[in-house]
């Protein structure tokens, strides 16, 4: 089974939902494992912060409207 094969068994809003949370996200869990690891002095990382506070609720609701109606067209096919 190839990666192609099993995202094409998502919504378009699922996959759209992960996309926001991994960017919205990202950034900042990168900041704080370099902070963790003693790479970088990170300081105040207040726009990371931010861009995950603002994308963090609406991926979440994207995922979950996604993920049901992935799961009814499933069901809908059997």
């Known amino acids: 089974m190839t990666v192609k094969n099993v995202l094409s068994k998502f ?3 699922l996959k759209i939902g992960i996309l926001i949370l991994v960017i919205g996200i990202s950034p900042l869990l990168l900041i704080l ?7 970088l002095d ?3 990382a207040v726009g990371p912060g931010i861009l995950a506070a603002v994308t963090f ?3 979440i609701i994207l995922i979950a409207i996604g993920t ?11």
Do not use: F
């Open 42 to 44: 990170a300081g105040n």
């Open 11 to 13: 919504h378009i809003t």
């Open 68 to 78: 049901i109606i992935s799961l009814v067209k499933r069901n809908a096919i059997k």
């Open 33 to 39: 494992l370099g902070d963790t690891l003693g790479l």
């Open 57 to 59: 609720w609406p991926a």
